[in-house]
C-alpha cells in the first residue's frame, strides 16, 4: 500500500514518503490536532491476516509506547488503515547509524559518545521488561545534533517467523532496500542463543550492543561469513579479532566492556544495560567524552572535596536503608549479606580509599542491625580486584544475599551504582542507581539518616537508633584524611605505615574529637617496632596514649580497646590488665579478626595453648586470608611443640616469614636439609629486613658457616644505628652459634629495650639451652612470666 501527500491516515495527513522496505512504509505526516510533524510507519497487510500476530504486535506497540527515554525513539500512536497496522512516532532528522558508518570506523570518542546512549536506552527498555531482540545498526538513529535513538523497540518480536520446522525459522527477515547478503548482516548481530533458536532475554541486547560497539571502533563486523552458516559458525565459536590489530588508539578498559559484552554464555556477559552504561560512563569519564543527556561534564583530573565525601555518607546511608528494606522478610528470610568490595570506576587510582571507605562504613551501617549477620571486611576484601560470582561469593561465604557496587566521580557529582543479590536464586532483589549533588549535602544526609532510624524503629533500642544515626565527626575533611590513613595503614609497608600515621595525625588536627582517627593512630604505633620502624619507648606510649584519647572519646571502640589491650600485655607486660581489655574488644565486636588474633599471641605466651587455638582459629575463621594470622598459627604450634602440626600449617601459608618457624620445627625434628631450605625461604621473602638478617644468621649457624653468621651479626649492629633493630635478633644468633654470654647479654638489652619478641621467652624452644641458668628465670620473672 502506497500513500500519497495529502492523503489522510485515520488523523494524519501525508506529507510524503520517507522510506520502503520489507517491514512496509516510513512516511511523513502533520498531525494537525497538536501542530506537529510526526513519523507513521505502515507495516505489511500480511500481517494483519494473522490475529495472533496482530495481537502481539499491539501489545508490544503499546508497551514500547510506555517508554519514555530520550534515547529511545517515542511512540505516539498506534492503529490500522485499510486493514494494515501503522505505529506514529517522533519525527527525526538525520540517517540510521548503518548510514553514518558506511564501512568506515569511527574515532574512540564519537564511539563510547554513541555506545553510552544506546546503553541508556537499552536500561531503560529493560527494566520495563521489553527487549529489542534485532538490535542492529538499521535500529539505531543519529540525529543531526548528535542525539541516539533506538528503533522498532517492542516490534523486532513482530519480525520473526513462526514456523518450528527450522532453526533458521527464528532468524530475523531481511530488511528490503538492502545488498544481496543483508541476511549476513541481520545474522551477524544476534546473540549465539538466538542463532541456537533458543528465547532470547536482555542479554541478548548486550551481546548485539557488543556487535554495534565492535563496528563503530573498527569499521568491520565483529562476526562475518561468506554465508549464513559461516556466520552462525563465527558467532557460536569465534572471537572477533582484537579491536587493538584495527585501532590501536582503543583503550584497553574499552575493548574489555566490548570483550565483555560479546562472551558466547549470557552468564557471563553484563547481566544488566544499566551495569554496561555505568561502565561506559566510567570510561567516558576517563577519556573526557561527554554525551548530549549528561548533565555534569567530567572534571580534568580527580580530587575528592569534602562535601563529596558527605555525599559519599548520604548515599552509604541511603544504600544500607534500602538495602534493609529488601532484607526484611518476605516470604523467606534474608538474615545474612557481604558487601563486596565496591569498584572504583574513576580515572584515578589514587581514588581508591573512597570506593574501599564507602564499602567499610556500609558494612559497618548494615552491622547495626539486629538479627542480620553482616560478612567481616577481611574476608570480602579477598574480592576486591575481581570479578566475581555474587552467588558463589554467597555460597563461599555462607550469606543468603550479596551486594556490589561502583562508584564514580563526575565533576561535582558522586555516582554510586548498588545491585543486591539474592544468593539461592541468583535474582536480583534490588538496584539502583544514585546520584548526589553536593549542595546542601549535610541536610540531605541527615534526612536520610532520619528515615533509616524511623523505618528501624520497631526493631532497635533506643541506643541502637542512636548509634545507628551517630555521625563519628562533623569535619569531611577529617573523614576524608581518615579514609587515606586506613587505606595507607593496610598495605602495611614501612611506606604506607608512615603514610598513614601522616594521614591519622592531619585527621585530628581538624577534628580533635574523631575516636576513629585516635584508634587509627594507635594502631600505627602499635607496629611500628615489628617493623623496625621505630623503638618500642617511642612507639608504643604513644599508642597507648592514642588508644586510651579514642575510648575517652567513644568506649565502645573495640578496635580502641584491643589495641591498648596489646600494648598493656606485650609492652607495659601487664597480662591481667591486657587480657581484659582484649576481651572487652571481642564483646563489643566479635567479629574483630584482630582482637582476637592479639588474645591469641596473649594466650600462646602464657603457655594457654588450647584457649591460644580457638582465638586463632576464630581470627583465622573471620580472616582466612591473613598471612599473619597463619604465621601465628604456625608458631603456637611450634611453642606447644607440636612440631609435626605447624609443618602441616605451614602449608597452608603463602606469607614468606612463616618459613622461619617452619625451619625451627624441622630443626626440632632433626630434618637439618628441610630446616636450611626453610631458613632460606624466609630470607628470600624479608629480602634484607632487621628480621631477615637475624633469620639469615641462623641458618648460617645451623650450617655451620660460623664466620657468615658473625659477619650477619655485625651488619645488624650496624643497621641498627641507622635504624631500629630488636636487640634480641642479634641475641637469637649468638645463641644459636652457642655463645650463651652473648646472648644473656643481648636478650637483657631486649628487655631494657621492651622488645616485643622477648614475651615468648618462656614457650620458644629456641631459648631451651639457657633455661638451666638462673640469669633465665630472673628473666621470666621480670617478664611477669610464671618459670
Known sequence: MTLSAGERLGPYEIVGLLGAGGMGEVYRAKDDRLGREVAIKVLPLSLSRDPDRLRRFEQEARAAGALNHPNILAIHDIGTHDGSPYV?????????????????????RKALGHALQIAQ?????????????????????VTRDG???????????????ESESSPQTN???????????????????????????????????IFSFGAILYEMLSGKRAFHGDSAADTMSAILKEDPPDLSQTNRSIAPGLERVVRHCLEKNPEERFQSARDLAFDLEALSDISGTATPSAAVQAAPGWRVRPALLLAAIGVVLALAAAAFLWLRPRGGTIDSIAVLPFVNASADPNAEYLSDGITESLIHILSQLPRLRVAAPALVFHYKGREADPQKVGRDLNVRAVLSG??????????????LVDVASGSELWGDHYERKLSDVLAVQEAIAKEISEKLRLRLTGEERKRLAKRDTEDTEAYRLYLKGRHAWDKRTPESLNESLGYFEQAID??????????????????????????????FPKARAAAA?????????????????????SYDLNWTAGEEELKKAIALDQDYATAHLWYGILLSARSRFDEAFAQLHRARELDPFSGVIQLNIVRT????????????ESRKSNFGATGAFTAQAYAAKGMRGQALAQFQKAVEALDGAPLGLMVRGRAEALAGRRFEAQKTIEEMKSLAERRYVSPSYIGTVYLDLGDRERAFEWLEKAYADHSWDLIFLKVNPQYAPLRTDPRFADLLRRLNLPS
Open 510 to 539: 581538624k577534628d580533635p574529637g574523631y575516636a576513629l582517627a585516635y584508634a587509627g593512630l594507635a594502631d600505627v604505633y602499635a607496629v611500628l617496632s615489628s617493623y623496625s620502624i621505630l623503638a618500642p619507648a617511642d612507639s
Open 88 to 108: 506514529v512516532s517522533e519525527l527525526l532528522e538525520g540517517e540510521t547509524l548503518r548510514a553514518r558508518l558506511a564501512g568506515s570506523a569511527f574515532t574512540p
Open 121 to 141: 536506552g537499552l536500561a531503560a527498555a529493560h527494566e520495563k521488561g521489553i527487549v529489542h531482540r534485532d538490535l542492529k545498526p538499521e535500529n539505531v538513529f
Open 147 to 161: 542525539r541516539v535513538k533506538i528503533l522498532d523497540f517492542g516490534l523486532a518480536k513482530l519480525t520473526q517467523r
Open 637 to 648: 604450634h611450634l611453642f606447644a611443640r607440636q612440631y609435626d602440626l605447624a609443618i602441616e
Open 549 to 569: 584519647k579514642a575510648l575517652e572519646i567513644d568506649d565502645r571502640l573495640a578496635q580502641a580497646h584491643a589495641t591498648l589491650g596489646n600494648v598493656l600485655f
Open 406 to 419: 561502583k562508584v564514580i566521580q563526575r565533576g561535582d557529582v558522586l555516582v554510586i551504582r548498588a545491585d
Open 171 to 205: 532468524l530475523p527477515t531481511a530488511s528490503a532496500g538492502t545488498e544481496p547478503g543483508v541476511v549476513l548482516g541481520t545474522l551477524g548481530y544476534m546473540s549465539p542463543e538466538q542463532v541456537r533458536g533458543k528465547a532470547a532475554d536482555s542479554r541478548s541486547d
